[in-house]
């Protein structure tokens, strides 16, 4: 089931769509997010300025994740919560002093539209997408704990094959910090495969200022937690973004088995 905070449509003269909740009611201790889920710009925001080819591709968004997250959720019954606007309007995974917040280029790609906004206007988009976002984070985790549900929280993102003419060769990139406890076997049992290009705090890590939503919500409530980047041209089709999602779900499977529902972070390695 998804449940469409505010209601989407298919139009784009909506003023917004911040935050969708898929299986609201899961049993799993996982919680997915996808801060990168959709490419979807309010008609009265003009596109930014950019074109459609701009506006389709991985700096809108990341391709392929939001669907791997669902068949995940789905695997798992596990609640997922997906950013329901581009992260071009306000990056979801930043702290709201990151410099590329409001990114005024992407890449190579000039952003028109976020070009020297003022502080009512960047507000504005904080408003509309991204303290809606994580407000609703923190209501779901809060739910959950007073039912006694725990939130193992796993964030799901695409990245390109080259940026900035280099070749990235990880199929697959596993983002953490000190704390390893769900990062530890899952690289583990991804390894298993000796076909599988596996990256350790690849392509990012969290010196880059990628995981502003883990250290927002994991953190705070000592959750396990993990940050999973998947190649994009690994997840193109139905097809694959179910295979990515069915050998991550058997490894999230065993991990669950092991990691104690009410196991807590000391800031050691487990």
């Not at 991204?130 to 809060?142: L, M």
Request: with cysteine; net charge negative; hydrophobic share 40%.
């Amino acid at each position: 089931m998804v449940d469409e905070r505010v209601d989407r449509a298919d139009s784009r003269d909506l003023p917004s769509a911040p935050v969708i909740v898929v299986n609201e009611d899961g049993k799993s201790p996982y919680l997915f997010v996808c801060e990168h889920a959709s490419n979807f710009i309010p008609k009265n925001f003009g596109g930014l300025g950019l074109d459609t080819e701009a506006l389709t591709a991985h700096i809108a968004w990341d391709p392929g994740a939001v669907e791997v997250a669902r068949h995940l959720s789905t695997a798992l019954d596990a609640t997922l919560i997906e950013a329901g606007l581009s992260r071009l309007l306000i990056d979801c995974n930043r702290p709201l002093d990151a410099h590329d917040l409001i990114p005024e280029i992407s890449e190579a790609t000039v952003i028109p539209g976020n070009h020297a906004l003022d502080s009512i206007d960047r507000m504005a988009r904080i408003d509309l997408s991204h303290r809606p976002f994580h407000a609703c984070i923190e209501s779901t985790i809060k739910a959950r704990a007073a039912h006694g549900q725990p939130s193992w929280i796993v964030t799901i993102h695409s990245f390109t094959p080259v940026y900035h003419g280099t070749s990235r060769p990880w199929q697959i990139g596993i983002i953490h910090d000190r704390d390893d406890r769900i990062a530890r076997p899952l690289i583990a049992g991804l390894k298993r495969d000796p076909a599988l290009n596996v990256g350790v705090n690849e392509p990012y890590s969290p010196a880059d200022r990628v995981y502003y939503t883990l250290e927002r919500h994991a953190r705070p409530h000592n959750s396990p937690c993990v940050m999973i980047e998947i190649r994009n041209d690994e997840i193109t089709n139905a097809q694959t973004q179910e295979g990515w999602a069915a050998r991550l779900a058997a490894i999230f499977t065993d991990i669950a088995g092991t990691l104690a529902p009410q196991d807590h972070f000391t800031g050691q390695k487990a």
